[in-house]
């Protein structure tokens, strides 16, 4: 038999039958234990509730207030910028040609993933540790910095008392705008370094050697990466020159900044640890004095003459590091200058680790340390667990300096303290002895 299908078409399909729908159950109203909290009830607020709120404070505008602001080497970098004439700001802050290496050389310390334990006991935070033969209640030191009190008028004098207040080491540098014995004078119960390039004349090194050692200075950091100046660009574009000069353009940047040159023109002139007078470029005052002749030799000879402790400063290879011990060096710092000499040059938180296996390899204890490109106490613990003794700051310390003096470089060291002791802490670790390479990964871009 033959089935007729017909089609479901809406117009012709018979409308259910009001009974087949099932009937929506009426709204219960909502058991008082559901109503809306008295909390959250609107309600006109009162003044009891709104006084403690209201925590309104004059505002503060000394300089120890704009210092306190500043949570971050970065922030004291823009207070610096904000104070500081633009070529002495751009001396300190620039890099030789494209600034490459130094863009690097902080990207390095970005790149890297901390690797906590867990359940330790971090109750209390011990940051000193071992440099040379002494103690230093931080694991950072204050790099030499050429010029500094064109920066800031206090330049050396603050940097090495606040290093004195901290009780770690100060290097003063040969191109320093302070003498050693000023800066002794200033710091007597500091823990003083010098930094020596060694001159084409060497009796006029002989004879700064002589006066680092009579000034009690324990450690002689002699720099090898300068054979001639490097290309700093923003100095050229600035015209910058020592002392700076008064042209239209500094003129012109003085009235926003009139508080640096107050200071700048109100105390004593620019006077260097190795020469009493200069005037003219930075690179051809670098040019006129750094020997491009220097060899191995010359180490040696530097090694009988010191009889503390000598640090070769400027290493860039394993390679190089090998060998300066071998001629005597109590220790190297691996350096590219800041960024300041050669660009694309080698990153020193890189050569970091092949330098430590080199050395626990030949059984030496010559002391390894680090600088460029250290922004913040979480880089120093970096730089520590991958086999460094200790580190430098020169821009850091810098910065605070410009923006705000003595205080200011005091400001540089309470941050990075504060920084390195919360990051062990997260780390689980309670004292530098126990950080490791496992407690840091170098991430693979």
Known sequence: MTHTIQPNNPETTPAPDATDIPAIPARTPAPASLAVPAAL????????????????????????ARLKRASSIWELRDIARRRTPQAPF???????????????????????????????????????????????RLPVGIAPTGFTRM????????????????????????????????????APNGRNWFQLYLWTDRDRSLELIDRAAKAGNDTLMV???????????????????????????????????????FNFLTHEPLTFASLSRYTGTVADLINSMFDPTLTFEDLDWLRETWKGKLVVKGIQTVEDARRVVDHGADG?????????????????????????????????????????????????VAALALGADFT??????????????????????????????????????????????????????
């Open 90 to 136: 751009d001396y300190t802050d620039g890099a030789a040609e494209e600034e490459i290496t130094l863009g690097r050389a902080r990207q390095a310390f970005r790149d890297i993933e901390f690797r906590p334990g867990i359940l330790r006991n971090v109750s209390a935070i011990d940051l000193s540790t071992q440099i040379l033969g002494k103690p230093s």
């Open 151 to 186: 920066m800031q008028s206090e330049g050396e004098y603050a940097g090495s008392q606040a290093a004195e207040a901290a009780e770690i080491p100060y290097t003063l540098s040969t191109m320093g705008t302070a003498s050693i014995e000023d800066v002794a004078a200033a």
């Open 392 to 445: 430098l700051i020169g821009r850091a310390y810098l910065y605070g300096l410009m923006a705000g003096g003595r205080a200011g470089v005091d400001r540089t060291l309470q941050i990075l303290e504060k920084d390195m002791a919360r990051t062990m802490a997260l780390l689980g670790v309670s004292g530098i002895s126990e950080l490791t390479p496992e407690h840091v990964r170098l991430l693979n871009k």
């Open 332 to 380: 190297v710092v691996l350096s590219n200058h800041g960024g300041r000499q050669l660009d694309r040059a080698p990153i020193p938180f890189h050569l970091l680790p092949e330098v430590k296996q080199a050395f626990t390899a030949d059984n030496t204890d010559a002391a390894i340390m680090l600088d460029t490109g250290i922004m913040s106490g979480a880089d120093i």
């Open 223 to 261: 720099t090898v990466d300068t054979a001639v100046a490097g290309a700093r660009l923003r100095d050229v574009r600035n015209g910058m020159t020592i002392p700076p000069a008064l042209t239209l353009k500094t003129v012109l940047d003085a009235s926003y900044r009139p508080a640096w040159w």
């Open 41 to 64: 009830k609107r309600r006109i607020p009162k003044y009891s509730d709104l006084a403690p709120l209201m925590q309104f404070k004059k505002p503060e505008f000394s300089k120890e």
